[in-house]
């Protein structure tokens, strides 16, 4: 079952609010990825974590908190944020190890800061 | 440098039509991976291929097809006898093997329009 899962689909916020995303796998993955999409373009890399390490922070402000609390899950914290951090947030899985591991994408939080 | 061209930004295709989307990678490494994914309107990347850079066999898979040339570093998606949901954004991506990183490089995508 190749199957990641996001919550919430949608989420709406202001700029002083605190959310988190949310996303579960249970394929035994031990490397977890948070991407942002913006329409139009790929996808881009924020953070890898690997065997619930943070191994990559991609320069992310910090109005973007990551956290991996267990092996199956991830949460994005959200503090603070600005209009232009409205995107598609896509988290995947992946076998941990070298690159070239098919990452599987779960189907992604739609983010409105207003 | 690494690269992954897309140089089809949108194409639109009659239902039953074959369609060939191109994808053009840069990489100094010999050992790299090439993937595809299909990312539809509900916005789910999903897998559609990966192949490594030893591996130059062609492959089909139903209506899918892919025709990896390494002398021309390319890496080419068919759809035989498209249909409508087909239509997609369709994204090629490449990972260096030798780089100890997870990243992906992936191109611009190709919007792929299959009219009924």
């Known amino acids: 079952d190749t199957e990641v899962t996001q919550t919430p689909k949608h989420l709406v916020m202001g700029m002083t609010n605190k959310k988190s995303l949310k996303c579960e796998q249970h394929?035994?993955?031990?490397?977890m990825y948070w991407y942002k999409q913006k329409a139009k373009k790929p996808p881009e890399l924020m953070f890898v974590y690997s065997y619930e390490k943070l191994s990559i922070n991609e320069s992310v402000p910090s109005r973007f908190s990551p956290e991996c609390p267990n092996s199956s899950l991830l949460n994005l914290h959200l503090h603070a944020l600005q209009p232009e951090d409205s995107a598609l947030y896509l988290c995947?899985?992946?076998?941990?190890?070298?690159?070239?591991?098919?990452?599987?994408f779960g189907p992604g939080t739609r983010l409105l800061v207003l | 440098a690494q690269k992954v061209t897309q140089a089809q930004t949108e194409i639109s295709v009659v239902e039953k039509e074959d369609v060939t989307l191109d994808c053009v990678y840069e990489t100094r490494d010999t050992t790299y991976y090439l993937f595809w994914y299909k990312q539809p309107p509900s916005g789910e990347l999903v897998f559609l291929i990966r192949r490594n850079s030893f591996d130059e066999q062609n492959e089909i898979s139903g209506r899918y097809s892919w025709n990896f040339q390494k002398s021309t570093s390319s890496f080419n998606f068919t759809i035989t006898a498209s249909q409508v949901v087909d239509s997609a954004v369709y994204f090629c991506a490449l990972s260096e093997a030798n780089r100890r990183t997870y990243k992906y490089i992936f191109g611009t995508g190709t919007r792929l329009k299959v009219l009924a």
């Open positions: 995947a899985s992946s076998r941990p190890g070298a690159a070239g591991e098919t990452q599987y």
């Open positions: 394929m035994g993955h031990r490397a």
